[in-house]
């Protein structure tokens, strides 16, 4: 069970700290669900990630890569030490789990879950509904309207069953989006129509009720025409009590254009509609090479990441892409841009691994 307040004496890394100390009601212990309240916390060493996490009331996590995760030890003992969530990478995604219609491969994604367990960790599941990484044969598929709602129903249906139990958030939906706020043009959009949202949440809260829901997009850490549609639809969802119960806020961010300083204004617009809210992503890439005051912005990066969560009463969870820069996703999607982890290729900690526990640290009133 996760502390119950957590001092916001939350400060900047590149700058003087600023905020005053007071006191903010966590809700991540108690919008764990119920499947999860009452699991033993692992013992850790007292200056990880996740140990300060914990005493700030807050869940620190990171996304893993499983191929990673088998072959390189060093990279294993610190997912396995260092934070008190997991997310997967890719092994969830639907091309993973189901290259194949009818065909289900879920044995990475098991061994992850396994790992999870054995550490003590709980997991985010990553992601049911998205219109990126689909399996070829929905790609390459023409189904009628009626056809694709059932594959999607019996997709969500499946996979969330077969984890039943074992996720305690589940990203339902992911990037349905646009810059401008309207409704990302995916092929869910085209044959099911928006109602596609609603629908997936139902589905996914009649396999596992206990699991936590939530909607996740990126560009929507400030206050924007994505995140106020964003805001605009959960708002109508939750009057039509669909399910969802959070919203994840991915926060890849790039030291060229700046921090997202209304990051607390935004999610706690969120918070005033009863939501949990999640940082489910977080990086701060930068155009190469590094040098000391990119590192600083990074770090500058992750801290206000890190205050918006600390400062939404209702957010419980910070989670980062990835925590080494040797399997970064960031060089094969951004040329010339990289470093966004907060350890370099050699697992060596950089500013912004320091600021995270300075910031940690700070929020539960230690010194």
């Not at 129509?193 to 996740?216: K, M, Q, S, T, V």
């Not at 206050?223 to 969802?237: F, M, P, Q, Y």
């Amino acid at each position: 069970m996760l502390k119950a307040t957590r001092s916001a004496a939350v400060g900047a890394a590149a700058a003087a700290l600023l905020v005053s100390s007071f006191t903010l009601t966590s809700a991540s212990a108690a919008t764990d669900s119920a499947a999860f309240r009452n699991r033993p916390e692992p013992h850790v060493a007292p200056q990880t990630l996740a140990a300060l996490g914990r005493k700030a009331g807050l869940r620190i996590g990171t996304a893993v890569n499983t191929d990673a995760l088998a072959e390189d030890a060093p990279y294993r003992a610190k997912a396995a030490s260092e934070f008190s969530t997991v997310t997967p990478e890719n092994v969830m995604k639907w091309e993973a789990v189901e290259p194949r219609r009818g065909t289900y491969d879920w044995a990475a994604a098991d061994e992850l879950v396994d790992f999870a367990r054995k550490n003590g960790q709980l997991v985010r599941g990553h992601t049911l509904v998205w219109h990126s990484q689909l399996p070829a044969w929905i790609d390459d598929g023409d189904f009628t309207a009626e056809e694709l709602r059932e594959i999607l129903h019996r997709h969500i249906t499946d996979q969330v069953t077969h984890f039943k139990g074992r996720i305690w958030q589940w990203d339902v939906v992911n990037e349905a989006f646009d810059e401008d706020g309207t409704l990302r043009d995916s092929i869910w959009l085209r044959k099911l129509g928006p109602g596609y949202i609603a629908d997936a949440f139902r589905w996914a809260h009649e396999a596992d009720p206990e699991a936590r829901l939530f909607i996740n997009d990126y560009n929507v850490e400030g206050v924007n025409a994505k995140s106020t549609a964003l805001h605009g639809l959960v708002s109508e969802l939750r009057k039509q009590r669909v399910p969802v119960h959070g919203v994840g806020i991915q926060g890849h961010l790039g030291v060229q254009y700046g921090a997202p300083h209304d990051i607390a204004d935004n999610m706690l617009r969120f918070d005033r509609l009863g939501l949990e809210t999640a940082i489910t992503e977080a990086d701060v890439r930068m155009p190469l090479p590094a040098d000391s005051t990119k590192l600083d912005a990074q770090a500058e990066g992750y801290a206000v990441l890190l205050r918006g969560c600390l400062l939404t009463p209702r957010c419980n969870a910070f989670t980062v892409w990835g925590f080494s820069d040797k399997y970064s996703w960031v060089p094969n999607t951004f040329p010339g841009e990289g470093a966004a982890n907060i350890l370099d290729e050699n697992n060596t900690a950089k500013p912004a691994y320091g600021t995270l526990r300075q910031t940690l640290t700070l929020a539960a009133g230690r010194h």
